[in-house]
């Protein structure tokens, strides 16, 4: 077992252990025995219940043990009886403190409440957290190891005396000579099937972290927008905003699900929000390029799309010029929408200002021969016969039909998902 590991779960062995006896010394003394009172193991410290070599085993195994309780049998109202309830009020303790493990990590699962991960304050719940489960399941571990029939464990003790004919007296015998198989078979993993059965049963209950959760959830919307699923993406995306709103590029990963969903109000909003995050706040260089770059795309996916959209009637061709205008906005070098605001402009007959919009398309993609074609014809519109003559041979050198006015492109924004 690693070092970090072992000092995570080396509170809960602690706690584990000093309940443990604890519980047997408490019973004990409840039930007539003043015996371990006498002794100082009727206590919650520690140091009166831990041994070195027990604790130290934690390093190298996931179980350790205590100094154990010593009970005058002789002194119990009932002996019988009370050997059984002294034996199992080891195990029960433990069952409690997997129970108040349980409680307190409901609390503590909530660390994005504290504020951005990577902070301490949720750091601090998170790594809490990790302890309270490392608690339970070591007691669960004990607990079920405890009521195992195998000397000198408690179960050894419980079941002995329940069988008819046995007497208290034998169930103390050969405890400590047998302590070192059971050592052999709890390394050996011979015991690993029946405790894992019911750590499993255990770990499925405990309260999960939001961070483990959140990132469940983030990595199905990666997968469900791999498999263009986007609404489940979306879905994903927003459970996981709803634990932690902290990270802008998530806020990017849902506006991509939502504009290739068609949810494009809701695209742009969350575009937008992530560019609003990252301005004066620190994040890594790569982060912001990164946010920057992708926002960036999906508001001018948004607005192409529109602008596209409002190219199907004249009535809105200046709709179209303002969303393609949007769209150059927030990616300066997309020839698409250059070319397609000049087209917009050409249906309005402003010749003059398509032109600009038609000479940035060539700049940026000047191996286009329908970008040459469109520019011919409004040299032509302008007058410019000579210009429009040797865009017409450009774009037929690069294979355009140049007896064929340029069309607008059908292609759709690039589809990111």
């Not at 007691?139 to 079941?159: C, E, F, Q, R, T």
């Not at 034998?170 to 405890?175: Q, S």
């Not at 990132?215 to 469900?224: D, F, S, T």
């Not at 520019?375 to 429009?388: K, M, S, T």
Request: one cysteine or more; charged letters at 15%; hydrophobic letters at 50%.
């Amino acid at each position: 077992m690693n070092l970090n590991l072992a000092l995570l779960m080396l509170p809960g062995l602690a706690i584990g252990l000093t309940a443990h006896e604890f519980a047997h010394a408490w019973v004990a003394s409840l039930l007539g025995d003043g015996y371990p009172r006498r002794n100082k193991r009727v206590t919650l410290n520690p140091l009166r219940h831990m041994t070195p070599l027990g604790t130290l085993m934690i390093l190298f195994a996931p179980f350790g043990w205590a100094r154990p309780v010593e009970v005058n049998l002789h002194n119990l109202k009932h002996p019988k009886r009370g050997f059984v309830l002294v034996s199992l009020a080891g195990p029960m303790a433990n069952v409690v403190v997997v129970g108040v493990c349980w409680l307190l990590m409901h609390l503590t699962q909530h660390s994005s409440a504290a504020g951005p991960w990577g902070h301490w304050p949720s750091n601090t719940l998170a790594i809490l957290h990790a302890v309270l489960f490392g608690a339970a399941l070591l007691n669960v571990i004990l607990a079920v190891v405890n009521l195992l029939p195998i000397p000198p464990l408690d179960g050894s003790k419980m079941w002995l005396v329940l069988m008819p004919g046995k007497s208290i007296t034998a169930a103390g015998k050969k405890g400590a000579v047998l302590i070192i198989p059971l050592i052999i078979l709890m390394v050996s993993g011979a015991l690993r099937p029946a405790i894992d059965y019911v750590t499993d049963k255990v770990a499925a209950v405990m309260p999960v972290l939001d961070r483990v959760r959140y990132e469940q959830h983030v990595k199905l919307g990666v997968e469900a927008m791999g498999a263009k699923d986007h609404a489940a993406a979306d879905a994903h995306y927003t459970m996981a905003l709803e634990m932690s709103g902290h990270d802008p590029m998530l806020w990017v990963l849902r506006s991509t699900a939502r504009f290739q969903s068609g949810e494009l109000d809701a695209s742009l909003a969350d575009a937008a929000h992530a560019l609003e995050m990252i301005q004066g706040r620190p994040f890594a260089a790569d982060v912001r390029a990164r946010v920057e770059r992708d926002a960036s795309v999906n508001i001018h996916n948004v607005h192409f799309s529109r602008g596209m959209a409002a190219l199907d009637s004249d009535a809105t061709l200046g709709a179209a010029v303002e969303h393609f205008t949007k769209a150059i906005h927030a990616l300066p070098a997309s020839n698409g929408a250059f070319f397609m605001r000049a087209a917009a402009r050409c249906r309005q007959g402003r010749w003059a200002e398509a032109l600009p919009d038609a000479d940035r398309a060539i700049e940026i993609a000047p191996e286009n021969a329908e970008y040459y074609a469109q520019r011919a014809e409004i040299h032509a519109a302008l007058g410019n016969a000579q210009r429009a003559a040797a865009d017409r041979a450009k774009a037929r050198s690069l294979g355009a039909d140049i007896d064929t006015p340029a069309q607008s492109p059908t292609a759709q924004p690039p589809d990111r998902g």
